[in-house]
């Protein structure tokens, strides 16, 4: 099986057909998202339905349960609750009960994905102790899983731990050792934030062990005019350009 890896589209339809244009000439067997296909940008009902139609596995992001009205954005930063309350407005009711129903997290094929920490939606993996929290809820999982994807932060990243010791890996093509656990984040479609404004994706290799990075490049343009049109805050639209 090859596995196509997306995460936090964040309802940026130009970046989501560029990766969806760029993974059908990858021999892909599944499309798995990590999460947030809403929020910040201007196209969530379209995002949604791209994700429908398309059979995309996904699990729910923190964006994805404050827009469909599950939970409220108390702990959000100002940005973000403007656009989860504007996207929460413009969302119709079968993609908000689309978004309400999707899974935490998923087991497939001797890998799990979730969105921000295992067993937590909102929690960021950004330095070491936030890695070894997640390799040690790695390990204690059954069936010996070894290997987690994950999104919530916008920046692509590869880690590996052996004997209790986190290493960065390679974040262009990583070929995986029995002998480690992994945590891999393809790093974002709609809302980079790795100063490389291209959407970011996987591929995951589950036969031959390999995981390749892959950018795409999209029209950032009519993308931050949507935004400025819609009413959002102008700061989501100038973000995109840089990266951040």
């Not at 940026?12 to 798995?32: C, F, P, Q, T």
């Not at 379209?46 to 939970?71: P, T």
């Not at 067993?119 to 059954?142: M, S």
């Not at 986190?166 to 974040?171: A, G, I």
Request: net charge negative.
């Amino acid at each position: 099986m090859r596995y196509a890896i997306i995460s936090d589209i964040h309802s940026n339809i130009e970046a989501l057909e560029a990766v969806h244009a760029k993974i059908s000439g990858l021999r892909v067997d599944e499309i798995l998202c990590l999460g947030d296909i809403v929020g910040y940008n201007a196209n969530p009902n379209e995002c949604v339905d791209i994700v429908m139609r398309a059979g995309i596995s996904c699990i729910m992001g923190n964006h994805d349960s404050r827009a469909s009205g599950l939970e409220e954005p108390d702990n959000f930063n100002p940005l973000a609750k403007e656009a989860v309350y504007w996207t929460r407005e413009h969302l119709t009711e079968e993609n908000k009960a689309f978004l309400k129903n999707l899974p935490r997290e998923i087991t497939i094929e001797g890998f799990i994905a979730f969105h921000g920490s295992i067993h937590d939606t909102d929690r960021y993996v950004i330095d070491e102790k936030d890695a070894l929290d997640n390799f040690q809820l790695l390990e204690n999982l059954p069936n010996d899983i070894r290997l987690g994807f994950y999104g919530h932060t916008h920046v692509r990243s590869a880690m590996s731990c052996q004997r209790g010791k986190v290493s960065l890996e390679p974040e262009e093509e990583l070929r995986l050792s029995h002998w480690k656990r992994y945590l891999i984040n393809p790093g974002s479609v709609g809302q980079p934030r790795d100063r490389d404004p291209s959407a970011s994706f996987i591929v995951y290799d589950r036969f031959n062990e390999k995981v390749t990075f892959y950018r795409a490049d999209y029209d950032i343009a009519t993308c931050q005019e949507k935004i400025i049109k819609a009413g959002l805050p102008i700061e989501l639209a100038t973000r995109l350009s840089i990266g951040r």
